[in-house]
């Protein structure tokens, strides 16, 4: 954990009046300014980290731009100014919670405790996919659910399947195939998931983000160059989902890796 708060009065008072014992987390820094916060980020990789937005040098929407996609951490914004446009910002950051001034401690148990389950399945998932190789990514990811694919559901699984393996580095959509069933969405859809225990969507991300780690490991090819040869038009969205995935942004993944192999 790691508070980034100029106020020294409140960044004290968060320190030591939460119990974080309670909430399995330990305080390893503390920052007064953006500048200091990212410092601190980089040198200490928090899991989570808790920033005021009005602070001096650069904003706490500032620090976490400029970092969470390489530190991937879970992040949780205090503010006094309740104003709508921070609040957007800050969605658009994924940003995990956004809190008003005087914090409600009851309220930050509650998102520490959420939190760190979430980090904690992240972290496990991480290490398993580290210690797999080839289609180990594929067993892991697409099982995640604990379904087996069953193809009895009719012709329309393996059909969709086949039709995500061939058309995924392109912009492809489950309402394609709706004319050719002559189903609606919702219940081409609704069998797929049956079948699968995916929808569409999900399915056809997790293939493009085993794909991805493929590339990764190949290291031959730039951030966006992989997420566009797996299907993803925007760069940023590939990230959000391969974290939302791996646990990670790709560039952490890709270092840890290539920590692991050296």
């Not at 937005?53 to 914004?77: H, L």
Request: charged fraction near 30%.
């Amino acid at each position: 954990m790691l508070i980034i708060e100029d106020e020294d009065m409140i960044r004290k008072g968060i320190i030591f009046m939460v119990d974080w014992t309670r909430v399995n987390c330990t305080v390893v820094g503390e920052a007064c300014d953006g500048n200091e916060g990212i410092e601190r980020i980089k040198e200490l990789k928090p899991d989570i980290v808790i920033t005021d937005i009005k602070i001096p040098f650069k904003s706490g929407i500032e620090v976490i731009e400029e970092t969470i996609d390489e530190y991937c951490y879970e992040s949780i914004i205090v503010s006094g100014y309740n104003d709508f446009d921070y609040a957007k910002k800050a969605i658009s950051l994924h940003v995990s919670e956004y809190i008003l001034k005087p914090i409600n401690f009851q309220q930050l148990y509650e998102i520490l405790e959420k939190l760190t389950i979430k980090i904690e399945e992240k972290r496990n998932l991480k290490l398993y996919l580290n210690s797999l190789e080839g289609e180990g990514y594929k067993d892991k990811l697409l099982s995640t659910k604990d379904y087996n694919i069953n193809y009895n559901k009719g012709r329309y699984v393996e059909e969709i399947v086949d039709y995500i393996k061939k058309g995924y580095k392109e912009k492809i959509s489950l309402s394609d195939l709706c004319p050719r069933y002559n189903l609606s969405y919702t219940h081409l859809n609704s069998l797929f998931k049956e079948g699968t225990g995916y929808t569409f969507n999900d399915y056809l991300n997790r293939y493009r983000i085993i794909q991805s780690l493929e590339l990764l490991k190949e290291n031959k090819f730039k951030l966006y160059e992989i997420a566009e040869e797996v299907g993803f038009q925007d760069y940023k969205y590939f990230i959000h989902v391969f974290k939302k995935y791996i646990g990670c942004a790709p560039i952490s993944f890709f270092k840890s890796n290539d920590h692991k192999e050296n």
